[in-house]
């Protein structure tokens, strides 16, 4: 069983940054893609970009290349997602989720097994 636990999230204004973090329980953390989505209200929960297992590869949303790093920290189990240059279209509930299976695409919701609760982000204009 893996729990994930979200933090980070916040009030923040239109070019600004913020950091939110995915703190991951369970003997088999390494063994997981964790990948972050985002639901906006009125919205499909959609795909933020992806990390795997060791960290070396990485993927992103059209919508967030270029302005969103994930990263990961296997001693502390936690994956981070940095957000910069941050607009009103980012504003969302960001949830990050364990996907058992092997590297790929993992960019669709149904491949992923386990979720966090979420965090709210709203950027102000």
């Known amino acids: 069983q893996v729990q994930l636990v979200e933090s980070g999230g916040g009030l923040v204004q239109a070019g600004g940054s913020l950091r939110v973090s995915c703190a991951v329980s369970?003997?088999?953390?390494?063994?997981?893609?964790i990948g972050w989505f985002r639901q906006a209200p009125g919205k499909e929960r959609e795909f933020v970009a992806a990390?795997?297992?060791?960290?070396?590869?990485?993927n992103y949303a059209e919508s967030v290349k270029g302005r969103f790093t994930i990263s990961r920290d296997n001693a502390k189990n936690t994956v981070y997602l940095q957000m910069n240059s941050l607009n009103a279209e980012d504003t969302a509930v960001y949830y990050c989720?364990?996907?058992?299976?092997?590297?790929?695409?993992?960019?669709?919701?149904?491949?992923?097994?386990?979720w966090g609760q979420g965090t709210q982000v709203t950027v102000s204009s």
């Open positions: 989720a364990a996907d058992r299976a092997a590297w790929g695409t993992n960019k669709f919701r149904e491949e992923y097994d386990y």
């Open positions: 990390i795997s297992r060791s960290g070396g590869a990485t």
């Open positions: 369970g003997r088999t953390y390494r063994t997981y893609v």
